[in-house]
């Protein structure tokens, strides 16, 4: 069986703001997870932990550091996964390293510079069922060179393509997943913007329905930059960035009428 996405962290220059938004935007409940020497607060769905929230460290100067989400993929085991990502020209930003009581995991570039980690936890870790409002239920990779990318992760992770989708000037958007998810897990496509800029992973955090998710992003401080945008399968979506920076994006379903 394919490895698969299990973890979500978001970094930001303001922590406390960001699980304001997060919170009225999705409906997370937000907790401390208790870390020793380390503000880390897990953002839950119905009492499951689904994404942990951090602040920038002291040592990154104002306005340097760039919020964004981090996802991390599971493995069986996080050295061998890191050795093996490394012989594929990948990079290692933080060697494989312990989580007391919670894992261990290590974060990594792909050949073309897109940050990305993997964690093996200690033991089962519940997880919200996907499309429940405030799970996270589609992973997009926004990349120069999809084919070469869909290479390495299919090696690295054992990824299958799913359906190629033609999207014209852009080129083929690359469904990919494995024999559990046959809609796939998530898509790998050549961003125009990735050609000047650095290419990332964009997550999908499911809401009930899209046009009232779309109206708390605006009301909250947020920006709607594409969409709302019907996917295969009917539901909707939208790519936003929040108040301190970080893309994010929605998916669910709309009402009938709405236009």
Known sequence: MASKFCWYELMTSNASAAETFYSKVVGWSASDAGMPNMAYTLLSVEDVPVAGLLQFPPNIPQGQGRPAWLGYVRVDDVDATAAAAE??????????ADIPDVGRFAVLTDPQGVCFAVFKPNGERPEAPPMTPGSI????????????????????????????????????????????????????????????????????IAVSDIDAGMGRVKANGGSVDFGP????????????????????ALVGQRNEGAV
């Open 229 to 248: 945008q019907q996917v295969p399968g009917g539901a909707w979506i939208i790519q936003g960035t929040d108040p301190q920076g970080a893309n994010f």
């Open 137 to 204: 239920s589609w992973h997009e990779l926004h990349t120069k060179e999809a084919d070469k990318a869909l290479t390495f992760y299919s090696r690295l992770f054992g990824w299958k393509l799913i359906q190629d989708m033609d999207m014209g000037p852009i080129g083929t958007y690359h469904m990919f997943g494995d024999e559990t998810t046959p809609m796939g897990m998530g898509g790998i496509f050549n961003d125009p913007d990735a050609a000047t800029a650095q290419g990332y992973w964009l997550y999908y």
């Open 87 to 96: 012989k594929l020209g990948a990079k290692i930003l933080q060697p494989p």
